[in-house]
Nanobody, 127 residues
C-alpha cells in the first residue's frame, strides 16, 4: 500500500531549472534510502541521485554539480533540484525507495535494491 507520487515535471529550454517533488503516503523517509531515476525513449533506466536518512548523497557523473537531491522527513517529501538543464536530461523521472538497509544506501545507486516506485513525471528540455 506504499505510494510514491512525483510532480514538478514540464518543458523548459536548455539552461533552465525545474524542481521535482515526490510524496510518500505510507513509508517513512527516516527508515529508507531514497532515490531518483530516469528513462529516456529507447534507453535503459539509469540512476540519477540517492540520499540516505543521514543525509549522505551520491550522484551520477552526468548530473553532478547541476542537480541536488534533498528530503524533508517531517513531510515525507523528496526533492530533486535540477539546474542548467540540457537536452540530454529529457526523460521520465521516477522516485524510488530502498527499504533494505535501515535507511543506509549500502550499495550506492543499485536499481534492484529499490522496491517501491512512483509512476513518473516527464521532463523535456529543448535547445
Amino acid at each position: 500500500q506504499v505510494q510514491l507520487v512525483e510532480s514538478g515535471g514540464g518543458s523548459v529550454q536548455a539552461g533552465g531549472s525545474l524542481r521535482l517533488s515526490c510524496v510518500a503516503s505510507t513509508i517513512s523517509y527516516s527508515d529508507n534510502c531514497m532515490g531518483w531515476f530516469r528513462q529516456a525513449p529507447g534507453k535503459e533506466r539509469e540512476g540519477v541521485a540517492i540520499i540516505s536518512k543521514y543525509g549522505g548523497t551520491q550522484y551520477a557523473d552526468s548530473v553532478k554539480g547541476r542537480f541536488t537531491i534533498s528530503q524533508d522527513n517531517t513531510k515525507d517529501t523528496l526533492y530533486l533540484q535540477m539546474n542548467n538543464l540540457k537536452p540530454e536530461d529529457t526523460a521520465m523521472y521516477y522516485c524510488a525507495a530502498n527499504p533494505r538497509f535501515s535507511g543506509t544506501c549500502y550499495f550506492g545507486i543499485r536499481e534492484r535494491d529499490f522496491d517501491y516506485w512512483g509512476q513518473g513525471t516527464q521532463v523535456t528540455v529543448a535547445s
